[in-house]
Nanobody, 120 residues
């Protein structure tokens, strides 16, 4: 079994910062792409950012220049540093990872989500 566990969400004022973390655990052989998605109330889940095993990063346009994704492969962890937060960044943030298990099966995994609220 493989699990993803996010942490670091909370309430922050506009212009503030938060750092999300997501740790993958369980029967892991290797991890391919890791990323973050978010879902605001009444909206569909949307992609935010992805980082490859080699560290190549991509971002949705609305967060470019404000969010930074990184990973620590030795800790099976992906981070999302969120700066200059705006009220429209309010959402539940989900971690996603493509994982090869010790049984050599490839599957896509999601975390349980962490709430980020940007409000004064």
């Amino acid at each position: 079994q493989v699990q993803l566990a996010e942490s670091g969400g909370g309430l922050v004022q506009p212009g503030g910062s938060l750092r999300l973390s997501c740790v993958a655990s369980g029967s892991i052989f290797s991890i391919n792409d890791m990323g973050w998605y978010r879902q605001a109330p009444g909206k569909q889940r949307e992609w935010v950012s992805t980082i490859t095993t080699g560290g190549r990063t991509t971002y949705t346009d609305s967060v470019k220049g404000r969010f930074i994704i990184s990973r620590d492969n030795s800790r099976n962890t992906v981070y999302l540093q969120m700066n200059s937060l705006k009220p429209e960044d309010t959402a539940v943030y989900y971690c996603n990872a493509e994982i090869i298990s010790t049984a050599r099966s490839l599957s896509n995994h999601w975390g349980q989500g962490t709430q980020v609220t940007v409000s004064s």
